[in-house]
């Protein structure tokens, strides 16, 4: 981390989560890049309904994850910066009609 202090240590629970998830979505991605090239999933298979999901919905896992641990040890008032980013990124991400109504 750029502002890390000396005495102050990565939350594991957050750190193991997040190396989970990228280590998920490696594999996602290479099913998924794969399947392109030699097309052995079915297109209309649930199995690539759900690998579709998980290379939109993924990379949010793991950037969430990833920001939560960087913001454990912080004080109360990044953490609910952040939290409160975070809760308008899944609003929008999960309900977009939510942003068109906002913003007109």
Known sequence: MFFKK???????TWKFISSLAALVMTVVYAVWVS???????PMD?????????MVYYGPIVICAATAVGAISHKGFVPRIIVLAIWVL????????????????
């Open 6 to 12: 000396k005495n102050e240590k990565d939350d594991p």
């Open 35 to 41: 399947n392109i090239v030699y097309n052995y999933i």
């Open 89 to 104: 990124i899944v609003l929008f991400s999960f309900f977009p009609e939510t942003f068109y109504s906002i913003i007109g």
């Open 45 to 53: 298979s649930p199995v690539l309904a759900f690998l579709s999901n």
